[in-house]
């Protein structure tokens, strides 16, 4: 059975770090595009983070550039998103994501399986 297992959401102070970890099963993550979304209350889910199965190419969004590290380990099967300097409108949840075809520059889409997310709140 195919499956993304998100973990490692939570409650964070402003500034703060947290790092989310995305477990695969079913499928070997190391010949598939990953990448995260979140999606705030209200708004629509955004791609935030993209990484190439060939290379290890990444792609940022603006929002995130420089405070997010997206990251894999392949032994693992598992895919992390490191966020430092975390602020309040970082809250949403986060979902992971794999695609089956590559691009470079990554794309957020499509994607081919998702998991059902993490929900990650910033405030004092």
């Known amino acids: 059975q195919v499956q993304l297992v998100e973990s490692g959401g939570g409650l964070v102070q402003p500034g703060g770090s947290l790092r989310l970890s995305c477990a695969a099963s079913?499928?070997?993550?190391?010949?598939?595009?990953i990448a995260w979304f979140r999606q705030a209350p209200g708004a629509e889910r955004e791609g935030i983070s993209c990484?190439?199965?060939?290379?290890?190419?990444?792609v940022y969004a603006d929002s995130v550039k420089g405070r997010f590290t997206i990251s894999r380990d392949n032994a693992k099967n598992t895919v992390y998103l490191q966020m430092d300097r975390l602020e309040p409108e970082d809250t949403a949840v986060y979902y992971c994501?794999?695609?089956?075809?590559?691009?470079?520059?990554?794309?957020?889409?499509?994607?081919?399986?998702w998991g059902k997310g993490t929900l990650v709140t910033v405030s004092s």
């Open positions: 994501a794999a695609g089956l075809m590559d691009y470079r520059p990554c794309r957020f889409r499509p994607m081919d399986y």
């Open positions: 079913g499928f070997t993550l190391a010949y598939y595009r």
């Open positions: 990484m190439s199965h060939s290379d290890g190419s990444t």
